[in-house]
């Protein structure tokens, strides 16, 4: 920072490249207030030289901070939790100000930028601005504008700047359009090395993902409006190890039809080959996206075109348009309408195209739209198979998201659409691939065969089960005594979708399933659910949980789902364990601190 006269580090903390995306606008933002910013990640950066910080004059961290899983820090922030936790050095005269993002149906909302928050104070940090909450089951964008519009007023009265009023648009990376260009050195959808899909090379993982054939795609619901599926990719060769709970990460690719509308509209040649460079030299981002490549591989590969986008698209942030209707108001100055944004971006589920489509008078040019639009994410997946038994095969088990929305277009999910249409061998007779790699999770069977488990699953909240039958089967044919295994399942009709029934029923034949209990959720006058019949059973639970050192697992819907059991707990604690409310609320809270009630949820 020194080196190259910075003041500002923003450090992110990111799973899905929001707070990666949030910290890239705050540093950007610096140069309005005659600072110097730098967005930062803390994993390559040797954190134990955050007190140094005190010796650049008015200097500031910033922190974007996602909490991930069950309060975890993300990948990336998880060295810097440990630093924060395990160390007690002096950041006296360290600026900072946090911003979290979190998601209120889960029960450790924004623990992480929470945490990161206390602790810097703790350490003899300076909070120059309020802990800022993003709420992801809300709008996670309007929060973070609406902090950012007082974060930036406290920043000036404190060092004593002004904004310079220069509010038009910056152009983080310039447009360069090489004249001789060498095909071999242009990016065709690699997320690191060039040509690492021509020639892999372990370890795998996000930034050189596997290649795996598919083996298996069949659909698993008989009858019904939606499409779930099974999956299976073929690992062999790759070394890649998982274990079952694991969760696997594909990379998918975009719709093509909307790729070369966005082309058609912007009037734009998508096979040009191009290079955005960073106009900062010094940036250790050099690229928004892997560089040289073509625009038609920066839609297809690398960027989110598919979900509503972010107000940095066309705010002054961004394209500018004269003379704006009512509706562009919208996307050019949020603060004065974020109820326009929200009504008419997010929930009318207007992609980038739809946004062009309905507001003909904005139009950016493709490069700088490039620049703007997130990066396209990786989607994780409950693996639904066990390592020990299909070591060279991950099973995926997902349902295809499709609807229609108020403006009469039909929204498709972009991983679970590319992967439906995922033939096992093409018509040319190449076999369908599809890149992958696993990440580790907390959700892992108990050390004990012996220990009952108890699971709870409806949907494709199954998907983890699978694994964890197969491997209790498994631990069985090995001779060991394994505890009872019960499974909670639901879904609407017994002849429409019933996920693996046929398995189900010869787990419970083997004496694998102990416990098969299955809510149909439609097939009667009123609705039942998982909770339901966990009532029903409640005498039989509180002995597994209280008396037979039971595992409590639950795998689907955060929202209301995950939500509904865990009050079914409480009440089964008071009715049958003979517990008040609070009494019942802390022993399953107590259950989650030993790792005996564990959540695979998403919202």
């Given at each position: ?427 040319n007779g190449h076999k369908a691939t599809v890149p992958m790699y696993v990440r580790k999770s907390q959700f892992r069977l108990p050390f004990k065969a012996s220990n009952p488990v108890v699971m709870i699953g409806p949907g494709t909240g199954i998907a983890p089960f699978m694994g964890f039958l197969q491997e209790r089967g498994w631990m069985k044919e090995q001779g060991k005594d394994v505890g009872e295994t019960i499974l909670y399942f639901g879904c609407r009709r017994r002849n429409e979708d019933f996920l693996y ?103």
């Open positions: 920072m020194k080196k190259t006269n910075r003041n500002m580090v923003v450090f992110y903390g990111s799973q899905t490249g929001t707070a990666e995306e949030f910290c890239g606008r705050l540093a950007k933002d610096a140069q309005r207030y005659g600072m110097r910013g730098m967005s930062a990640d803390p994993e390559e950066y040797d954190m134990s030289e955050l007190p140094r910080l005190a010796e650049i004059d008015n200097s500031l961290a910033v922190f974007c901070m996602a909490t991930y899983g069950e309060g975890d820090p993300t990948d990336n922030a998880q060295d810097f939790y440990d630093w924060m936790q395990e160390n007690g050095e002096d950041l006296k005269g360290v600026n900072f100000a946090v911003f979290g993002l979190g998601n209120k149906t889960y029960e450790h909302f924004n623990a992480m930028g929470k945490y990161t928050d206390k602790r810097l104070e703790e350490l003899g940090g300076k909070r120059i601005y309020d802990l800022g909450m993003g709420d992801d089951d809300g709008n996670l964008e309007e929060d973070f504008v609406s902090w950012k519009e007082q974060f930036w007023p406290a920043v000036c009265e404190h060092f004593g700047v002004e904004a310079t009023g220069d509010d038009t648009s910056i152009r983080q990376y310039e447009l360069v359009v090489p004249t001789d260009i060498n095909m071999n050195k242009v990016y065709t959808g690699e997320m690191g090395r060039l040509k690492s899909f021509e020639t892999q090379k372990p370890p795998f993982d996000a930034k050189n993902p596997y290649l795996a054939t598919v083996a298996v795609n069949r659909q698993l619901n008989q009858a019904g409006d939606r499409h779930l599926m099974h999956l299976e990719l073929d690992i062999s060769g790759s070394k890649i190890r998982y274990d079952s709970g694991d969760h696997v990460a594909v990379y998918p690719v975009n719709d093509v039809s909307i790729v070369n509308r966005i082309g058609q509209i912007l009037d734009a040649d998508l096979d040009t080959v191009i290079s955005l460079n960073n106009l900062d030299e010094e940036s250790n981002k050099k690229h928004p996206f892997p560089c040289p490549t073509t625009y038609r591989t920066a839609l297809t590969h690398y960027l989110d075109i598919t979900n509503p986008p972010r107000t940095n698209v066309g705010t002054p942030d961004g394209p500018r348009t004269s003379d704006p209707s009512p509706l562009e108001c919208m996307l050019l100055s949020v603060s004065l309408c974020q109820g326009l944004y929200q009504s008419w971006v997010l929930d009318a589920q207007r992609n980038i195209l739809a946004v062009l489509e309905d507001m003909p008078s904005l139009h950016p040019t493709i490069d700088h739209l490039c620049e703007l639009l997130p990066r396209l994410q990786a989607r994780y997946y409950s693996i639904a198979s066990s390592g020990k038994v299909y070591p060279t095969m991950v099973s995926i088990c997902a349902v295809v998201v499709e609807f229609q929305t108020s403006t009469g277009r039909t929204f498709k999910g972009v991983a679970t659409n590319w992967l439906k249409n995922k033939v096992v061998v093409t018509d029934q046929q398995e189900l029923e010869e787990f419970e034949k083997a004496g694998v399933l102990t416990q098969l209990n299955v809510a149909f959720s439609r097939d009667q006058e009123g609705k039942v659910y998982v909770q339901h019949l966990l009532k029903k059973n409640k005498e039989h639970l509180w002995k597994l949980i209280h008396t037979d050192n039971a595992h409590i697992y639950i795998c689907g819907d955060a929202r209301n789902m995950a939500r509904d059991v865990q009050n079914t707990f409480y009440d089964i604690a008071e009715e049958v364990g003979g517990l008040t409310h609070t009494q019942a609320v802390a022993y399953i809270k107590k259950l989650m601190t030993k790792g005996r009630y564990s959540l695979d949820v998403w919202s």
